[in-house]
């Protein structure tokens, strides 16, 4: 007899907006938490550390610099921004996958450390103008209100701070477009059913791709939200988004 736990909940709407469910969103991550970085290997084909690593550079992470990792998950890319020198502040809302990251990255030895905090993306722990970077991976589609985690990141960065949003896309040429959506995106639930315990949360996740806006239109809504010198480039064909920008004055 399944439990209440084991139970899949209704999937959340992937739309941006106030509508979506951040507490079925939470509870999505809590279940996958457990296999979330094998499954993520797996469907990158092992190009997620890659990715992560590219981000890191871009943040600027060095020692003496402090990075507000926002959804950081189970920290993956906290701990490639201490590999570098930083102190990295780990936010996230699902507890279980805060715990799985820091029972993992506990014992690596890294110049920087990182300090893990459950909170809301939407509301940050830290005062105003208290990190020089903020960065979040796969994330951002996740928030109730992309917009509003935008400009959350404004307020606690400093001026002429970093901004880091690595992301999902989708290759804007026409046709590696209708490949990546038919097969890719396509295949992603059935292989979540091999490696994961929750293959429906992964549905959710291509899902969210599909509807998640372009580069462009994702650089007018952060330079429309506190940051400035907006640029980003496309990795693994464009599969993934790399954005970066400046925290304005």
Known sequence: MP???DRSPRLPDPRPGPDKDARLVRRMFD???PRYDLANTVFSLGR???WRRAAARVAGAAPGRTVVDVAAGTGALSGE???AGATVVAVDFSWRMLRVGAGRRSGVGRPGRVDWCAADA???PLPDA???AATIAFGLRNLPDAAAGLTE???VVRPGGRLVVLEFSRPEAAVPRVLFDRVVLSAVPLAA????SDPAAYGYLADSIRRWPDPAALAALAAATGWRAVRWRGLTGGVVALHWAERAG
């Open 3 to 5: 439990t209440e736990h």
């Open 31 to 33: 279940r996958v938490a």
């Open 48 to 50: 997620d550390r890659h």
């Open 81 to 83: 921004l201490a590999e």
């Open 122 to 124: 939407l509301r940050l």
């Open 130 to 132: 208290a990190a020089d």
């Open 153 to 155: 990141m404004a307020r």
């Open 193 to 196: 059913r091999l490696v994961t």
